[in-house]
């Protein structure tokens, strides 16, 4: 007798444990779910600056490692200073306008400025008309860009 019961005690708790583990599994999906959206949005905009600001870190090492060497002719440490003033000013930029954009009230946005074009990538599921010219307008007042060259792309 003492057997049986330890038999069916043991088969018992091998019932739940496998019913508590089926639970976990569907109450984490559930959960995970809900937040895949906004994880996504949140660890795109933060995703995008670590890797912009390492990359122009490494940049500004280039130029400086070349203003630094001996053997650089003149024509390369000019240039090399040239371009680490424009990767600043272009730095500055682009700080600015994210941050005129956030006080218009969007939640994140990132911007990218080229020779050619200026993109904005802002945190919203969709974007009104008004808040597209809201965009826009900081763009051209600050960047002196004119619209054919600015693209707005929402992301939630």
Do not use: H, W
């Not at 999906?29 to 670590?50: L, Q």
């Not at 002719?73 to 930029?93: C, G, P, R």
């Amino acid at each position: 007798m003492k057997k049986r019961t330890k038999i069916i005690i043991i088969t018992v708790m091998i019932l739940l444990l496998g019913v508590t583990g089926y639970l976990n599994v569907m109450l984490n999906n559930s959960v995970s779910k809900k937040s895949e959206t906004a994880t996504t949005s949140a660890s795109y905009f933060s995703t995008y600056r670590s890797t912009r600001e390492s990359t122009r870190d490494q940049e500004m090492l280039y130029y400086d490692a070349i203003i630094a060497n001996e053997t650089s002719s003149v024509e390369a440490i000019n240039n090399a200073e040239a371009s680490k003033l424009a990767l600043i000013k272009q730095m500055e930029q682009e700080l600015v306008v994210e941050g005129l954009i956030k006080a218009k009230g969007f939640a994140d946005c990132i911007i990218t400025i080229s020779d050619t074009n200026v993109n904005a990538v802002v945190k919203a599921k969709e974007l009104t008309s008004t808040e597209v010219a809201q965009i826009v307008a900081v763009i051209q007042s600050q960047l002196l860009t004119s619209i054919e060259n600015i693209k707005i792309i929402p992301v939630e």
